[in-house]
Nanobody, 114 residues
Framework: QVQLVESGGGLVQPGGTLRLSCAAS????????MNWVRQAPGKGLEWVSL????????YYADSVKGRFAISRDNAKNTLYLQMNSVKPEDTAVYYC???????WGQGTQVTVSS
């Protein structure tokens, strides 16, 4: 069965960096576009970023463009989100999901605070 497991969240200071990972199993990872989605406290889901199966096509929400970078290692069946210059408004639970949002991980908490 499809399984997505996020890791790498934690507490980071404003302006700091963090790298999230999403380990995938149970499907042909390289064939799927993959998303990062986040949910801030008390708010709805916000799409963050998308990457194609080859990793050479990436897309970002305006709120993170220029600060975050999505990537993937198909040999390791792993999706990444490099978060740079983080802001308090980046505080959220971050989820990875497949291309059509049919499968989701359990999420990893990111808190940006001094």
């Amino acid at each position: 069965q499809v399984q997505l497991v996020e890791s790498g969240g934690g507490l980071v200071q404003p302006g700091g960096t963090l790298r999230l990972s999403c380990a995938a199993s149970g499907f042909t990872f390289s064939s799927y576009w993959m998303n990062w989605v986040r949910q801030a406290p008390g708010k709805g889901l916000e799409w963050v970023s998308l990457i194609n199966g080859h990793g050479d096509g990436t897309y970002y929400a305006d709120s993170v463009k220029g600060r975050f970078a999505i990537s993937r290692d198909n040999a390791k069946n792993t999706l990444y989100l490099q978060m740079n210059s983080v802001k308090p408004e980046d505080t959220a639970v971050y989820y990875c999901a497949d291309g059509d949002f049919s499968s989701w991980g359990q999420g990893t908490q990111v808190t940006v605070s001094s």
